[in-house]
Structure formats: C-alpha cells, structure tokens
C-alpha cells in the first residue's frame, strides 16, 4: 500500500506493508482522512516534530471494514485508545488515561490506504450520513466535551466563540443545538462565508464584539500567540467562564495581569480532547449529530486532494490570508471509486 510515513523529519509518500489486524482489530481501507489543525501544527514544520523516525499521520478516518470475513461497511474510527482500567478511564475521563495511544501519533495514522484500529474504536457510519462528513467526528467530539463538560451554566446563556476555523464552528453549532445563544467572533468573515449561514448564531468581528457582554467565552482560535485568550479575557462579564480549547504553541505566555482576571471572578478552564464520561461518550454524540447531515458540516468536509497530494492539502489550508482558502481539506483515495 502506499502512505506518507515522517522521516527524518520530513513528510515521505512511501510504499508500506499493509497492516495485518489482530483478532481484537479491525482493519480499515481508508476512504476519507481529514487534515486536522493539530497535524497541521506538526507537519508543517522542519523538522517535523514527532514520537519517532517512520511516525505516520492522520487520525480523521472514516473508511470501509476490511477484516477477513467482514461486509466492507463504512465506518468511523475514533482515535483515542485508552487503558480500561486506570482511575480516568473508570470515571470516563479517557483522555486523561496515562497510557492513552493514539492513532497518528502513538499508533499508525490515516495518511495511507489501510489503517488498523481496536474494533471497539470503530463505529458502524449511521444510515443516511453521509462519510465525508464523518472527518468531523473528532473535531465535533472536541466541541461536544468543551461545551458539556467545560462551560458553567450549562446551556444557557450569551456565548462567544471566538475562532473561524472547523473546531470553533463544531463548538458553536452544538452550543446553539444545547441552548446557547451563540456569537462567533472571527477576524475575517469572509472564509466562513459557506458555514455560518447554516447555524442559527451571529458572526461579528472581534472590534464589533461587545466588551464583558458574553456570558461564557470559547478561545478556539489558532495559539501563535496570546491575542485570542487575551480577546476571550475581555469580552466575558464579571464572574463568567473561559474555555480554552486553543492548543497553545510552545512558548505562548498571557500578556495580562492575573490579578484583574481572577478579581473579575472570571473562571478560567482548559479542555483537552474528549470522554467518555456521559453514556457511550463524546464520540458517540458527534457521530449521531453528523448522521443528521447538518447543512453547515458539508463544506467543512468538501475540499478534497488526492491522498498522495498532501502537501498541496497542506500548502491550500495554510495559504496566509487568502479568503478564498479552505478551512478544512479531505484525503482521499488515489481511485475515487474506492470511497
């Protein structure tokens, strides 16, 4: 098979051994693996940062089952594989697991034709969806923990997104869906212009965001620096909640006294990931909201490049300012009839 592999510190599309699953497995031909912020992050840097010489990519997959003597069904993969049997993983909070693996990082990723996954991380695709749309499962699962398990009210309330790209516009359609009245803030509407027609919330610039009018703030903007937490700091009201969904970059201090924050009586949480701390868990819930084909998830998912065209994906997304960039690209087979 053919996959992209880091060596050396740098991205290379190379021919692989297919992975065999092991009876606990299922093995995945690989239909759609979406470019998420956080490979963005990795692989566009030189070297490439990473768990090791031959890592591989990717941990968007939605693709068809491919074990011996399965029926081909398409299907999620949900990346995140915990231990079971730790303190976090009994109270649900999976993501906290100190031995949590994960697809394209710890494990081989999506960036190639087959991938393996435990059977218990793959999901059947809901009748109806559409699988395209099931790239988003992670980034909607991110959302769905930040807005139920991260903001305090729950559900209710002004909210504040502050971001333009697929995490911050997740967070705020299932925000509106949980109660929220929902305002994104971005710095350029125009990128967005295919997305937010379809949610029931309001787009504003940051200048035209009201200063301590928002009850809860969500900085899910990209972190190169402190601005979008420092904007989150001052559009929530006295004794309101930020949450941080923003991987930071390495290095990023807030430029802002802590002892205004904390006098504001402001609270102040990080979220990271996702859990499983409600029912089946966060997965679970993005997945039946996509089944749904919400209008706003379709042009999410549908800006789409070869799967050995990865650094023309990469150079599309990160093309500086240019409005007419994609917020998100797709991978797809070489052979479109595969998907």
């Given at each position: 098979?053919?996959?992209?592999?880091?060596?050396?510190?740098?991205?290379?599309?190379?021919?692989?051994?297919?992975?065999?699953?092991?009876?606990?497995?299922?093995?995945?031909?690989?239909?759609?693996?979406?470019?998420?912020?956080?490979?963005?992050?990795?692989?566009?840097?030189?070297?490439?940062?990473?768990?090791?010489?031959?890592?591989?990519?990717?941990?968007?997959?939605?693709?068809?089952?491919?074990?011996?003597?399965?029926?081909?069904?398409?299907?999620?993969?949900?990346?995140?594989?915990?231990?079971?049997?730790?303190?976090?993983?009994?109270?649900?909070?999976?993501?906290?697991?100190?031995?949590?693996?994960?697809?394209?990082?710890?494990?081989?990723?999506?960036?190639?034709?087959?991938?393996?996954?435990?059977?218990?991380?793959?999901?059947?695709?809901?009748?109806?969806?559409?699988?395209?749309?099931?790239?988003?499962?992670?980034?909607?699962?991110?959302?769905?923990?930040?807005?139920?398990?991260?903001?305090?009210?729950?559900?209710?309330?002004?909210?504040?997104?502050?971001?333009?790209?697929?995490?911050?516009?997740?967070?705020?359609?299932?925000?509106?869906?949980?109660?929220?009245?929902?305002?994104?803030?971005?710095?350029?509407?125009?990128?967005?212009?295919?997305?937010a027609p379809h949610i029931a919330c309001r787009q504003v610039l940051l200048s035209e965001a009201p200063v301590g009018g928002f009850d809860a703030v969500i900085d899910a903007a990209s972190g190169r620096d402190d601005l979008p937490l420092r904007a989150a700091l001052s559009l929530v009201r006295d004794g309101g909640s930020v949450l941080v969904q923003n991987a930071y970059d390495p290095g990023v201090r807030l430029g802002a006294d802590l002892r205004d924050v904390f006098r504001r009586s402001v609270s102040l949480t990080g979220s990271f990931s996702y859990c499983r701390r409600h029912g089946a868990g966060d997965f679970r819930t993005a997945v039946d909201l996509l089944a749904a084909r919400p209008d706003w998830a379709a042009p999410l998912a549908g800006r789409r490049y070869p799967l050995g065209d990865l650094p023309a994906a990469v150079a599309a997304v990160t093309a500086g300012t240019d409005p007419a960039r994609p917020l998100k690209a797709v991978l797809v087979p070489e052979d479109p009839s595969r998907g």
């Open positions: 098979m053919k996959a992209w592999e880091v060596r050396d510190g740098v991205p290379v599309w190379t021919s692989a051994e297919p992975p065999e699953p092991r009876p606990d497995e299922t093995l995945i031909e690989v239909a759609f693996s979406g470019i998420c912020g956080s490979d963005l992050a990795k692989i566009t840097k030189r070297p490439v940062p990473g768990p090791g010489d031959g890592w591989r990519p990717g941990h968007e997959i939605v693709g068809r089952d491919r074990t011996p003597g399965g029926r081909g069904a398409m299907s999620l993969v949900d990346p995140l594989i915990p231990c079971g049997d730790c303190a976090c993983c009994e109270t649900g909070d999976t993501h906290l697991c100190p031995a949590l693996r994960r697809l394209g990082w710890d494990l081989p990723g999506g960036f190639a034709e087959y991938v393996v996954a435990p059977k218990a991380n793959v999901w059947a695709l809901p009748e109806g969806a559409d699988p395209a749309q099931g790239v988003l499962a992670d980034a909607l699962a991110v959302a769905v923990h930040g807005v139920r398990c991260g903001l305090r009210p729950a559900g209710a309330g002004r909210l504040a997104v502050i971001g333009s790209g697929p995490l911050a516009w997740c967070s705020a359609a299932y925000a509106v869906a949980s109660g929220w009245s929902v305002t994104v803030v971005v710095r350029d509407p125009r990128r967005s212009s295919a997305v």
